[in-house]
């Protein structure tokens, strides 16, 4: 799960990360995430916990130096780095939820959305698109596909819905778009004629 280390600006985001939280719990899923004790970060963690839930948390050393590691977890990994963190976060999980947040939410979301997209993972990518909050960011998706900077079937990679239990079931049957080829394809028809 990726989410912003601030609340937002409306109750509406921590709301649906408290709800991300019990849903997750409920289903017996794992959480994984950043590790921090602050922002929606913190709210779905602690969620998860009230619920009975286990929760991961993979932190850098610089953050656990300053302080924002969440000490209550099931378990708290501490990294060497930020990429580290990036990668061990994508090995332990199943999947990917972005909440609202920040550069660091649209980074880590976009990274892997990438391995995706290149077929280094083949697990989904959703976005809790609450208040509307990833409606640019989906729009912008569509028009990169109309501009054909990314083909259409990728499109597909990119979940999102404004519920958790919807979100997290299309999650649970998401099967992986049939990428073979995609890239000598996709190359191919980028270059240019030869004369």
């Not at 969620?47 to 977890?73: R, T, Y």
């Not at 077929?119 to 569509?142: I, M, T």
Request: aromatic content about 8%.
């Amino acid at each position: 799960m990726f989410s912003g280390s601030s609340p937002g600006a409306q109750a509406e985001y921590a709301a649906a990360a408290r709800a991300l939280g019990v849903e997750l719990a409920a289903r017996g899923t794992r959480l994984v995430y950043g590790g921090a004790s602050i922002g929606l970060m913190g709210v779905v963690a602690d969620a998860v916990l009230a619920a009975g839930g286990e929760v991961v948390g993979v932190i850098p050393q610089q953050l656990v130096d300053k302080e924002l590691a969440h000490h209550g977890l099931s378990e708290l990994r501490i990294t060497a780095s930020m990429h580290e963190r990036k990668a061990l976060m994508a090995q332990l999980s199943d999947g990917f939820v972005a909440l609202p947040g920040g550069y660091g939410t649209l980074e880590e979301f976009a990274e892997v959305l990438t391995w995706s997209q290149l077929g280094l993972q083949r697990k989904p990518c959703g976005l809790l698109n609450v208040a509307q909050f990833y409606q640019p960011l989906l729009d912008f998706f569509d028009h990169a596909v109309t501009e054909q900077f990314v083909p259409p079937e990728h499109r597909d990679l990119v979940l999102a819905d404004t519920d958790v239990a919807r979100l997290l079931d299309a999650l649970d049957t998401w099967t992986p778009p049939p990428l073979d080829q995609w890239l000598d394809k996709w190359v191919d028809r980028a270059r240019p004629p030869a004369c």
